[in-house]
């Protein structure tokens, strides 16, 4: 339990961070429904370079957590069809490489540093370093975790910008595909942001929150197997 509160107290800055970004998609989430319902004749106007503007700023509040990708992408699907995957994907992406950058810069390396103080932990993160594509992939397939959480843990645990980057593209191309569908088969804007999700839909999300547990439990556990075996 020492060790436990000894690492909290050394990252505090990094994890005062994530549990902000936890917070603020509750506070602005609404705001952001109530001035799209608003604009709504507004938004179907937008010519090309006013969607390349809107996106522009959808990166920098999703990556520090003003807007859920899961909004984005219901408002995205609905107003522009299947149109919406070449400016959401771009989006999310640059926006969880500025979320990665601004958590690296923020915690200094000091949650690796700070568990690597420790050698069971040591051993474990260099046998999950081994797999980070797909530990990237298996964080961002889970609805479950927020976007700019998953984008602080996976940048301070240590995780390289190239397979982060990709891991990022693939984990959240399902999901990111499923919301766009819903938005599009959606015949009003008040009805798609009050239940967005229904029937077969609320399957598939708990089909991939599924995959991500058990993936992520069995990395770990095997990591923790090969630790054990190594001490």
């Known amino acids: 339990m020492k060790e436990i509160f000894k690492i909290l107290r050394a990252n505090g800055a990094s994890l005062g961070f994530a549990l902000g970004l936890t917070a603020l998609p509750l506070i602005f989430s609404g705001t952001a429904s109530v001035l799209v319902l608003q ?6 106007a937008f010519d090309w370079s006013q969607w390349l503007l809107f996106y522009a700023l959808t990166v920098i509040t999703m990556a520090f957590a003003l807007t859920p990708t899961t909004l984005i992408a219901l408002i995205s699907g609905y107003l522009l069809g299947w149109k919406a995957i070449f400016f959401i994907v771009p989006s999310y992406l640059l926006a969880s490489v500025l979320c990665y950058f601004t958590a690296q810069k923020l915690d200094h ?49 240590g995780a390289r910008l190239r397979p982060f980057f990709w891991g990022a593209a693939i ?52 990591a923790i197997t090969q630790t054990h075996e190594n001490l």
């Open 109 to 157: 390396g000091n949650f690796t540093n700070s568990l690597r103080e420790h050698p069971q932990a040591r051993l474990i993160l260099d046998r999950l370093q081994h797999q980070e594509l797909q530990l990237v992939i298996l964080t961002k397939l889970s609805p479950v975790l927020p976007f700019a959480v998953s984008n602080i843990l996976l940048a301070i645990a």
């Open 39 to 44: 604009n709504e004749a507004t938004l179907r």
């Open 171 to 222: 984990g959240m191309l399902p999901r990111t595909l499923l919301v766009i569908y819903v938005g599009i088969q959606a015949n009003q804007l008040e009805a798609l942001l009050a239940d967005p999700f229904s029937g077969w839909q609320q399957w598939i999300i708990l089909g991939l929150i599924i995959i991500s547990v058990l993936g992520l439990s069995r990395m770990i556990s095997k």
